[in-house]
């Protein structure tokens, strides 16, 4: 596509319920980052995949939020027992590979904003 | 730990003026990427401008600068001809260059820019 595309843009679950988030990055990609952004604060990384493996996973808070990318493309961020603390906007982006090209740029997704009731 | 700080939750500047925007750093590395992104309502973080730590000449593009002090750990934003479109959030970001791999992006918290027709 044209840009990261994520997916649900807006989602209201129950505390304790399950909830997946999918991000698109831009074709040919290959580098691929969730970020999650609370209230009045700026993006805190969560994960960071190099082809299909997550080559940083060193963000994610606790063992209740996984993702995957399982061809290496389209990645899914999945949180277990959602509790209140985790509303925020869950940001996806990617880059053609690591920050050592010049002009290699990561670019971003709207996100998608979580509200846990 | 490497952090990022804005001391400016929030600036004002008059169409056409100029307003500099302040982000300081913490870290131990000699090697490393600054950014400065844009965030508008819309919630995608859109790339505004980056510095190599190695390049001593201070980045520019079309209206936005920065004043990078490397021994300050000081990285300003100058935005020129202030135009209503600049209005948005401005993060400040900061990651390690591990010489071909990347580290994650780390944020400052940011601050609002506000411009008055």
């Known amino acids: 596509g044209a840009g990261v595309s994520q997916t649900p843009s807006n989602k209201v679950t129950e505390k304790g319920k399950y909830v997946e988030l999918r991000c698109d990055p831009i074709?040919?990609?290959?580098?691929l980052y969730w970020y999650r952004q609370s209230l009045g604060q700026g993006p805190e990384f969560l994960i960071y995949?190099?082809?299909?493996?997550?080559?940083?996973d060193s963000g994610l808070p606790n063992d209740r939020f996984f993702a995957v990318r399982p061809e290496g493309s389209v990645s899914t961020l999945k949180i277990q027992r959602t509790e209140r603390g985790d509303s925020a906007v869950y940001l996806c982006?990617?880059?053609?590979?690591?920050?050592?090209?010049?002009?290699?740029?990561?670019?971003f997704g709207e996100g998608s904003w979580l509200t846990v009731v | 730990a490497q952090t990022v700080t804005q001391s400016q939750p929030e600036m004002s500047v008059q169409e056409a003026e100029t307003v500099t925007l302040s982000c300081t750093y913490d870290?131990?590395?000699?090697?490393?990427?600054l950014f400065w992104y844009k965030q508008p309502p819309s919630r995608q973080m859109i790339l505004v401008i980056r510095?190599?730590?190695?390049?001593?000449q201070n980045a520019t593009e079309n209206r936005f600068s920065v004043n990078f002090q490397k021994a300050a750990k000081s990285f300003s934003l100058k935005i020129s001809d202030s135009q209503l479109g600049d209005a948005a959030m401005y993060f400040c970001?900061?990651?390690?260059?591990?010489?071909?791999?990347?580290?994650?992006?780390?944020f400052g918290k940011g601050t609002k820019l506000s411009v008055k027709p």
């Open positions: 510095q190599e730590a190695y390049k001593q």
């Open positions: 982006a990617s880059s053609l590979g690591g920050l050592e090209s010049e002009g290699n740029t990561i670019y």
């Open positions: 870290t131990s590395e000699s090697d490393y990427y």
């Open positions: 074709s040919g990609h290959t580098a």
């Open positions: 995949f190099q082809g299909t493996g997550a080559a940083d």
């Open positions: 970001a900061y990651t390690v260059d591990y010489g071909g791999s990347q580290g994650n992006l780390i």
